[in-house]
């Protein structure tokens, strides 16, 4: 009996020990695959470093291609596209405006009822329409038909007090977000449809005189003041609001900016000069590069991906559309290389755009003590479950080097446009530094409040406390729509000689 006592106890000790050792086993390489996946995470800080020496040879950069894309068409990436407009918002403008904003699978249509510089909006309606999904690949007469039919019907709901007095027509700004020639500041030609649309007899045409010309069909007395972008517009609504307003920057799913510039600093300019001296530049910042600009293999695969590759390189950087794919392919690498989901790759993680920079922004702001949004949203868009507290901490670390690398390097982008016009240092004569505003606006600048805030520090650190204490970043809501209204009004037909005196 004793033998049998013996010899289970032997079987015994020997299982334990095998078990203690399959422990330590575990122990190691789960530690060992920990390490990875933080070896992982330091590599990508270091990659996305972006120190303040850094971050001046980027601004640097900015300001160069400034020059280059003023200078000359295609002396640069950045387009730096003369918009015509001559002549921004004062605050003193009246009167009933309209605006169209045709920008994607929906258009918006805006009345805006403006009351000189005390009233300010004294009203503003609007309303959104689809558009049905045949009239974006059929023909542009029936499209714009279609647009002016809808805005007809809203014209027809003002307010009788609200009308324009007899023989003077209706205004409208026209905000067009696709790529566009413009001709003057209400012409331009299409340069290519994107996002949905396809319709060849438009390419080529005069995007106006198609608008226009349906708006005539309508029986409808309205013409067409402006033809604008959202970054512009953006610029408009903050000019209207304070003089001080030297630029915008769209910071949402793309990016984009837009300044005001000297006329006769734009040796590309042919036309005459401007009654104020001015005009505003679209820069399409998006297409920025620069051999300074701190990138990873994650951005160059990304890239090489997408729909543009070697196009766009600034905004795959910084903008709202790429930051959560980003995040993506970095947690991809930790789940192939350190495991760090299981033995097997969560197979959403290999699914491009699933992790959206709304995603992102959530997980980065989670400052419960379990990180339970992060948990959630591991488990609800990449089917992740189960996931231990340092796993999430790790998931943050990821999203806050994403994040920053991209707000640091658009108030880069800022500094660049602040040192083309002068306004980056202290005056040579001691003399007192001049307030600077940018007006922002886009999604991931008014949501993803840790970017947007980084952003601004990194703006103050970038210049020297004088001219840091003068410069201001605010935020120009709906520039697409109350922005364009406002150049309608700005560029008015009945109001420019009062305007530009």
Not at 100 to 119: C, H, K, P, S, Y
Request: glycine fraction near 10%.
């Amino acid at each position: 009996m004793g033998k049998v006592a013996l010899g289970a106890a032997v079987v015994c000790a020997a299982t334990a020990c095998a078990v203690a050792v399959l422990v330590v086993r575990h122990r190691m390489k789960s530690s060992g695959r920990w390490a990875r996946a933080v070896a992982i995470l330091k590599e990508l800080e270091e990659k996305c470093a972006a120190p303040v020496g850094k971050l001046r040879q980027v601004a640097d950069a900015m300001t160069v291609e400034m020059h280059a894309g003023l200078a000359s068409e295609g002396g640069s990436k950045l387009k730096m596209i003369i918009s015509y407009v001559d002549n921004l918002p004062t605050g003193d403008e009246e009167g009933l405006f309209y605006a169209l904003d045709l920008g994607g699978t929906n258009f918006r249509v805006l009345r805006v009822q403006l009351g000189g510089r005390e009233g300010r909006v004294l009203k503003q309606e609007f309303e959104e329409v689809s558009i049905p999904p045949h009239l974006m690949v059929g023909n542009s007469h029936d499209l714009f038909d279609y647009i002016a039919s809808e805005l007809a019907k809203f014209v027809a709901s003002e307010d009788e007090g609200d009308r324009p007095p007899a023989g003077r027509q209706r205004e409208l700004g026209f905000t067009f977000s696709f790529p566009v020639r413009q001709t003057s500041i209400s012409s331009g030609t299409l340069i290519k449809w994107t996002k949905g649309f396809s319709i060849d007899d438009t390419v080529g045409q005069d995007v106006v005189s198609a608008l226009t010309s349906a708006i005539e069909r309508q029986g409808l007395e309205m013409n067409v003041s402006a033809l604008v972008n959202d970054t512009i517009g953006t610029l408009a609504g903050g000019r209207y609001y304070d003089n001080d307003v030297i630029a915008a920057v769209i910071l949402g799913t793309g990016t984009n900016a837009a300044y005001v510039e000297h006329a006769n600093a734009i040796p590309k300019w042919h036309g005459p000069l401007s009654k104020t001296g001015e005009m505003v530049i679209n820069m399409e910042w998006g297409n920025f590069r620069s051999s300074h600009l701190p990138t990873t293999e994650f951005d160059t695969a990304l890239d090489s991906e997408s729909l543009n590759p070697g196009e766009q390189i600034f905004e795959k950087l910084i903008s709202g559309m790429y930051l959560g794919d980003i995040v993506r392919r970095v947690l991809l690498r930790m789940a192939k290389e350190a495991a760090l989901f299981g033995d097997t790759v969560p197979p959403k993680l290999e699914v491009s755009f699933i992790l959206r920079t709304p995603h992102m922004s959530a997980m980065h702001h989670d400052t419960s003590p379990d990180l339970r949004v992060v948990g959630t949203t591991l488990k609800d868009i990449l089917g992740i479950s189960n996931t231990s507290l340092k796993t999430r901490k790790l998931v943050i670390g990821v999203c806050d080097v994403v994040a920053k690398r991209g707000a640091r390097l658009a108030a880069a982008g800022v500094v660049g446009i602040l040192k083309k016009m002068g306004r980056d240092s202290s005056p040579r004569d001691g003399g007192q530094v001049p307030r600077t505003v940018i007006a922002m606006d886009g999604g991931l600048f008014e949501h993803y409040t840790l970017f947007s805030t980084c952003l601004e520090v990194t703006l103050k650190e970038l210049l020297p406390d004088d001219v840091a204490a003068a410069v201001a970043v605010v935020h120009a809501n709906d520039g697409s729509g109350l922005g364009a209204a406002l150049l309608a009004a700005s560029h008015s037909l009945y109001l420019q000689p009062a305007a530009s005196s």
